[in-house]
């Protein structure tokens, strides 16, 4: 078998076989195929796509290319949870915590930033000595005592996940319907846990752009997770406009402790608690309504904070920032955006404000590029709120000036200024389990 004849035959719209899948999986995780190859193939499979059987396969040979964990040892029902990404999207780290205070043990593996969008593991590392690959008794340890752990995806686990995700990330084939599929199931088959909660974004600033797509890719997931008895709901959500106020990674974290300690962005308090009350859901923790109420609790009465903070602890992290953001590292540079009319914040290019805040230095344009944690953007505006000239859109953080000069031009093309007021947006487009589709 020969990888340019794979190459070939899904160029022209071909099917692939397990044996070719198979091939490709493993010959790119064992080093026998070059990153060229790969890379024309991912391409291929971007503009030809594939069918239910290539995608299911894929999925399985990816999830079996490395260790598969097991959970066994935490006791309860273990909820796993995965975002298709976004910008701004920190939900990871609200809902995770916000669950384990509920009593659903979350034991998960992470991912780093994707193209225009954030990753819930730099994230992390953003919080001085937190250490994101322990070993796998201290990965069950964390689990089992503190009730919810996220690190990255170290050692041996869908190790084709991890080459891929690195090479599509700078090829510009992440989004995808079969590659988004395959690279998140795998993670969450390998990952093992009983059930799983995806929150697939849409919009903008997602890899979906309409409702329709990523109800179609959660279709599909939830489809993957049933057909190897993971019981697998799908949340397809708002990505018009970034999730809170802060996209980058510091600034990320300091809103996480803000929506943990219950006055952080309405829009983040919403989607998170709505997505954690699912994973309680799925826990059988109870109705879903009693499930909102557990979690609100959670939050008003701290245990939520109390768990992240926990959390990070036992990953080596310094507390002392959780508690105090101030106290998180700082930007060197920092200039506000104003706006150049009057008017109202009619539509925002989400996409644009990922891509502004990778290049004010938040995430990586090839896949050596080291992060700067520090950098990204605080908006004071959002779709539907109004502005007068000169007032602040935002305020943009980097290590240099000519990386503000560039984050503020494509920052301020990100913003649609009109004299009417946009119509309200939904945070929720619809809900997908084996049951069926419902649409909101
Ligand atoms: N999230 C993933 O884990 N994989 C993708 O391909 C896209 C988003």
Redesign the pocket.
Known sequence: MRMYDIIEKKRDGGVLSDAEIDFFVHGYVAGEIPDYQMSALFMAIFFQGMDARETAHLTMAMAQSGDMLDLSSIPGIKVDK????GVGDKATLVCVPLAAAVGVPVAKIS?RG?GH?GGTVDKMESVPGVQVAPSRERFLEIARTVGCVVVGQSGNLDPA?KKF?AL?DVTAT?NSMP??AS??MS?KIAAGADRILLEVTCGNGA?MKSVDEAVELSRQMVEIGENVGRTTVALVTDMNVPLGCCVGNTLEIAEVCDVLRGHGPQDTVDVCSELAANMAYLAEKGTLGECRAAVRRAIDDGSAFGKFCEMIAALGGDVRTLYDTSLLPQAACMREVRAPRDGFVFAMDTERVGTASVVLGAGRATKEDAIDYTAGIRLARKTGDPVAAGEALGTIYASREDLLDAGERILLGAYDIRDERPASHAHFYARISREGIERF
Not at 82 to 85: C, F, I, M, V
């Open positions: 995965h975002s298709t990404g991912g994707l969008t996940d995700y599509r992440v590659l988004i690279s998140v993670k890899f």
